[in-house]
Protein backbone atom coordinates (compact mmCIF):
# COMPACT_ATOMS: atom_id res chain seq x y z
CA UNK A 1 0.00 0.00 0.00
CA UNK A 2 1.23 3.31 -0.97
CA UNK A 3 0.85 6.66 1.47
CA UNK A 4 0.60 10.29 -0.49
CA UNK A 5 2.34 12.10 2.17
CA UNK A 6 1.18 15.57 2.61
CA UNK A 7 2.83 16.12 6.23
CA UNK A 8 5.78 14.65 8.25
CA UNK A 9 7.01 15.23 11.62
CA UNK A 10 9.93 13.98 13.89
CA UNK A 11 10.49 13.65 17.37
CA UNK A 12 13.49 12.30 19.50
CA UNK A 13 14.01 10.77 22.64
CA UNK A 14 16.96 10.34 24.86
CA UNK A 15 16.65 8.55 27.62
CA UNK A 16 14.17 5.62 26.64
CA UNK A 17 11.17 5.64 28.79
CA UNK A 18 12.66 7.52 31.68
CA UNK A 19 14.31 10.16 29.45
CA UNK A 20 12.83 13.05 27.05
CA UNK A 21 10.96 13.52 23.80
CA UNK A 22 11.63 16.83 21.53
CA UNK A 23 9.48 17.50 18.15
CA UNK A 24 12.13 18.42 15.66
CA UNK A 25 10.45 22.08 15.51
CA UNK A 26 10.90 22.28 19.12
CA UNK A 27 7.11 22.84 19.91
CA UNK A 28 6.91 19.88 22.41
CA UNK A 29 9.28 18.94 24.95
CA UNK A 30 8.57 16.40 27.55
CA UNK A 31 10.04 14.56 30.39
CA UNK A 32 9.01 10.92 29.94
CA UNK A 33 8.79 8.34 33.17
CA UNK A 34 8.29 4.80 33.46
CA UNK A 35 4.89 4.42 35.24
CA UNK A 36 5.08 2.34 38.50
CA UNK A 37 2.80 -0.38 37.19
CA UNK A 38 5.67 -0.96 34.71
CA UNK A 39 8.15 -0.95 37.15
CA UNK A 40 9.62 2.48 37.07
CA UNK A 41 9.74 5.07 39.88
CA UNK A 42 6.59 7.15 38.14
CA UNK A 43 6.22 10.77 39.12
CA UNK A 44 6.20 13.68 37.06
CA UNK A 45 5.98 13.16 33.23
CA UNK A 46 4.71 11.47 30.83
CA UNK A 47 5.01 7.67 28.64
CA UNK A 48 4.51 6.68 25.18
CA UNK A 49 1.01 5.50 26.01
CA UNK A 50 -0.11 8.34 27.18
CA UNK A 51 1.36 10.01 24.16
CA UNK A 52 -0.52 7.62 22.10
CA UNK A 53 -3.86 8.15 23.58
CA UNK A 54 -3.55 11.82 23.33
CA UNK A 55 -2.93 11.19 19.51
CA UNK A 56 -5.63 8.60 18.40
CA UNK A 57 -8.56 10.44 20.38
CA UNK A 58 -7.09 13.35 18.64
CA UNK A 59 -6.82 11.87 15.13
CA UNK A 60 -10.38 10.17 15.69
CA UNK A 61 -12.34 12.90 16.41
CA UNK A 62 -11.10 14.88 13.31
CA UNK A 63 -11.83 11.97 11.58
CA UNK A 64 -15.43 12.05 12.75
CA UNK A 65 -15.31 15.49 11.31
CA UNK A 66 -13.73 14.29 7.99
CA UNK A 67 -16.77 12.13 6.92
CA UNK A 68 -19.63 13.62 8.90
CA UNK A 69 -20.30 15.73 5.81
CA UNK A 70 -20.42 12.78 3.80
CA UNK A 71 -22.77 11.31 6.35
CA UNK A 72 -25.31 13.97 6.43
CA UNK A 73 -24.22 15.02 9.90
CA UNK A 74 -22.24 17.52 11.96
CA UNK A 75 -20.03 16.68 14.49
CA UNK A 76 -21.25 18.93 17.60
CA UNK A 77 -18.22 20.72 19.61
CA UNK A 78 -18.67 19.16 22.34
CA UNK A 79 -18.05 15.65 21.12
CA UNK A 80 -14.96 14.14 22.86
CA UNK A 81 -13.11 11.12 22.27
CA UNK A 82 -11.77 9.29 25.59
CA UNK A 83 -8.71 6.64 24.48
CA UNK A 84 -7.73 4.29 27.08
CA UNK A 85 -4.36 2.53 26.20
CA UNK A 86 -3.20 -0.35 27.64
CA UNK A 87 0.28 -1.96 27.54
CA UNK A 88 1.93 -5.78 29.12
CA UNK A 89 3.21 -8.95 28.12
CA UNK A 90 1.87 -11.06 25.18
CA UNK A 91 1.55 -14.71 25.59
CA UNK A 92 3.21 -14.75 22.26
CA UNK A 93 6.50 -13.14 24.10
CA UNK A 94 7.23 -9.29 24.33
CA UNK A 95 4.85 -6.88 24.38
CA UNK A 96 1.63 -5.10 23.22
CA UNK A 97 -0.61 -2.56 23.28
CA UNK A 98 -4.69 -2.01 23.60
CA UNK A 99 -6.80 0.35 22.67
CA UNK A 100 -10.16 1.49 23.80
CA UNK A 101 -12.20 4.70 22.26
CA UNK A 102 -15.28 5.95 24.14
CA UNK A 103 -16.84 8.28 22.18
CA UNK A 104 -19.59 10.74 23.03
CA UNK A 105 -21.49 12.66 20.42
CA UNK A 106 -24.39 15.01 22.46
CA UNK A 107 -27.70 15.38 20.59
CA UNK A 108 -27.27 12.86 18.34
CA UNK A 109 -29.18 10.29 17.81
CA UNK A 110 -27.22 6.74 18.78
CA UNK A 111 -27.98 5.23 15.51
CA UNK A 112 -26.46 8.17 13.72
CA UNK A 113 -23.61 8.09 16.29
CA UNK A 114 -22.72 5.29 15.85
CA UNK A 115 -22.87 4.78 11.75
CA UNK A 116 -20.48 8.29 12.26
CA UNK A 117 -17.85 6.26 14.44
CA UNK A 118 -17.91 3.52 12.27
CA UNK A 119 -17.05 5.49 9.32
CA UNK A 120 -14.36 7.31 11.12
CA UNK A 121 -12.77 3.92 12.29
CA UNK A 122 -12.25 3.09 8.25
CA UNK A 123 -10.61 6.36 7.15
CA UNK A 124 -8.32 7.26 11.07
CA UNK A 125 -5.13 6.84 10.28
CA UNK A 126 -4.51 5.50 13.62
CA UNK A 127 -7.11 2.94 13.09
CA UNK A 128 -5.72 2.09 10.35
CA UNK A 129 -2.11 1.57 11.53
CA UNK A 130 -3.61 -0.54 14.50
CA UNK A 131 -6.11 -2.67 12.36
CA UNK A 132 -5.12 -6.09 13.12
CA UNK A 133 -2.20 -5.48 15.14
CA UNK A 134 -4.16 -4.25 17.91
CA UNK A 135 -7.14 -5.13 19.95
CA UNK A 136 -9.46 -1.67 19.42
CA UNK A 137 -12.81 -1.17 20.85
CA UNK A 138 -15.42 1.57 19.90
CA UNK A 139 -17.96 2.24 22.79
CA UNK A 140 -20.14 4.74 22.15
CA UNK A 141 -21.02 6.77 25.45
Given at each position: MSVDVKYRTTATATGGRDG??????GSLKIKLTTPTELGGMGGPGNNPEQLFAA??????????KAV??????????DATVTAT?????RSEGGFGITAELKVVV???DRADAQRLIDAAHQVCPY?????????VGLTLG
Open positions: QATTGDGYAACFLGAMAPAQKMRVPSIGIGPPGVSNATRGNVD
